[in-house]
């Protein structure tokens, strides 16, 4: 159980363009999700949290006009890239929370590699 | 600022040893912690988590909690070489909030030598 997608997992983009990554919870209905960047030899950080059917809470020197998080259901959020740029390429994580159990474990999704050229 | 703070490594154990892989967290209200694994290139995935004061074990697993001295530790019993990855320490620093956020450590990479 606890299983959580990630769609595309690569990407190679131009630079100026947009690109959607999914994630999705496979088994379970998640009422948060929380998307991640992390680069080479870095640990993750957090770059917003989605909650189902309202705004995401983007943290602190996240641009929210260019990184759109959209949580349409209990199973998918979605973020957008927005008019990337070669410093946005990253390793884009997900992860969701089981609104089943009362509890506040993470389940990752696989990441998407994103290389914007 | 709430931190959590792992030593970054290598950690080198022999195949066969005890590694022990610590974490300590400057939020003393913190309520829930985590440990995850993470190979090179691919995601965290969940080893255990914790909860109360003590040992938890599973399998070749034992987390260890400690709120008063605000450390938690990891043992992988037995270790292989395939239990060579960065080993995430998390922590819910958001109780009793809406979101769940987890602060995450660095990361201690853990190298086991066949």
């Known amino acids: 159980g606890a299983v959580v997608s990630q769609h595309p997992s690569w990407v190679i983009c131009k630079s100026g363009t947009s690109v959607k990554i999914e994630c999705r919870s496979l088994?379970?209905?998640?009422?948060?999700m929380f998307w991640y960047r992390q680069f080479p030899k870095q640990s993750l950080m957090l770059m917003a949290t989605s909650n189902e059917g309202s705004k995401a809470t983007y943290e602190q020197g996240v641009e929210k006009d260019k990184f759109l998080i959209n949580h349409a259901s209990l199973t998918l959020s979605t973020l957008t890239v927005t008019s990337a740029h070669p410093e946005d390429s990253s390793f884009y994580i997900c992860?969701?929370?089981?609104?089943?159990?009362?509890?506040?474990?993470?389940?990752f999704g696989p990441g998407t590699r994103l290389t914007v050229l | 600022q709430k931190e959590v703070e792992q030593n970054s490594g290598p950690l080198s154990v022999p195949e066969g040893a005890i590694a022990s892989l610590n974490c300590t967290y400057s939020d003393r209200g913190s309520q829930s912690f985590f440990w995850y694994r993470q190979y090179s290139g691919k995601s965290p995935e969940l080893i255990m988590f914790?909860?109360?004061?003590g040992d938890k074990e599973d399998g070749r697993f034992t987390a260890q909690l400690n709120k008063a001295s605000q450390y938690v530790s990891l043992l992988i019993r037995d270790s292989q070489p395939s239990d060579s990855a960065t080993y995430l320490c998390a922590v819910n620093t958001d109780y009793g909030g809406a979101t769940n956020k987890l602060i995450f450590g660095t990361g201690t990479l853990l190298a086991v030598q066949p």
């Open positions: 088994d379970f209905q998640a009422t948060t």
């Open positions: 992860s969701a929370v089981e609104l089943a159990l009362s509890t506040d474990t993470q389940y």
């Open positions: 914790i909860y109360s004061n």
